[in-house]
């Protein structure tokens, strides 16, 4: 695992921006797997910026979204559906047919595989080590799933996305597994702002997997970068 920090978040998301917008150019269909959540909200802006300016062609990128809420109706403002359109596929020319969420009733791992796999993996972490929705207890060969939530994720996504009220916050999801997520070609982890202070330290410190802390797992994957800024580091 290599750590890059970056002074802001802003400066580490313009980085992953210029990456991700130089495999467009050098693979227009390769595809990325994509997180939600306030990590990447600079990340999308930077993209959404490039677009403008240089017209980076993603008419033949694949995406697939690591995670989705059940029991939201798909046009409700905080869904990742929502979220990705807002935040990126309606600021570049992106083919919304060949962007994918997991879904209930349809084998994500087997879609995922049967168009090429996934290049370039982004993902944000829960307080909690979680990465997509896989919480502590995730099994190393997960696959695509149903996931309860923890109390400590719908308390934190309360209060960021629904206002404080735990009762509106799902409490289920549909989630890549961690075996989903090892597959990528390509992993980039992003950690921003105090609240991740402890994780980045813990992911320091990471030699094995340990399934109380999801993310370890990406030490047994061979080309994954995890990218802080100050305030998330020491
Ligand atoms: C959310 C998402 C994850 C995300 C994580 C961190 O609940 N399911 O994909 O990476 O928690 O969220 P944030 O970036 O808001 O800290």
Do not use: C
Not at 4 to 25: P, R
Not at 48 to 76: C, G, M, R, V
Not at 172 to 194: D, R, V, W, Y
């Amino acid at each position: 695992m290599q750590f890059i920090n970056f002074k802001t978040a802003q400066a580490a998301s313009e980085y992953v921006a210029k990456q991700m917008v130089q495999l467009v150019k050098t693979n227009p269909n390769a595809s990325f797997g994509l997180a939600t959540g306030s990590t990447p909200i600079l990340l999308y802006e930077a993209l959404a910026k490039d677009y403008q300016a240089n017209q980076t062609n993603w008419s033949q990128i694949k995406t697939f979204n690591l995670d989705e809420y059940l029991n939201l109706p798909l046009d409700h403002p905080q869904t990742y559906h929502v979220f990705m359109n807002q935040h990126l596929f309606s600021k570049i020319n992106i083919n919304l047919d060949q962007t994918y969420f997991p879904q209930l009733d349809q084998n994500y791992d087997y879609l995922i595989d049967s168009l090429g796999g996934i290049d370039l993996q982004i993902l944000g972490i829960g307080t909690n080590g979680h990465i997509g929705f896989n919480e502590p207890g995730s099994a190393l060969d997960s696959l695509t799933r149903v996931v309860d939530l923890t109390q400590e994720t719908i308390n934190v996504n309360a209060n960021k996305f629904f206002d404080g009220n735990t009762d509106l916050v799902p409490k289920q999801a549909i989630s890549m597994g961690i075996s989903s997520i090892l597959k990528a070609k390509k992993i980039i982890l992003l950690a921003f702002g105090q609240s991740k202070k402890a994780v980045v330290k813990t992911l320091k410190s990471i030699t094995k997997f340990d399934i109380n802390f999801p993310a370890s797992a990406l030490i047994l994957h061979p080309d994954v970068t995890i990218i802080s800024d100050d305030e998330a580091n020491e």
